[in-house]
């Protein structure tokens, strides 16, 4: 099971600082640039979690 970075919104919907400091925090992991992002999305298409794993087995 891949160790992953999730991040969701102090609300319901995630602000552009909240998805900075997530991008902010993989890359302190360590985590590379060309990693693939999961993203969960409201009905009405705003981001509610992202989530990274750390490593190549996700």
Known sequence: M???IRA???DK???LDEIA???AD???A???GDRNVRAVLS???KIKELTVALNDDA
């Open 2 to 4: 891949p160790t992953v």
């Open 8 to 10: 969701t919104g102090d």
């Open 13 to 15: 919907d995630m602000t």
């Open 21 to 23: 400091q997530f991008v």
């Open 26 to 28: 993989a890359q302190k």
């Open 30 to 32: 360590g985590v590379p």
């Open 43 to 45: 009905y009405s298409d």
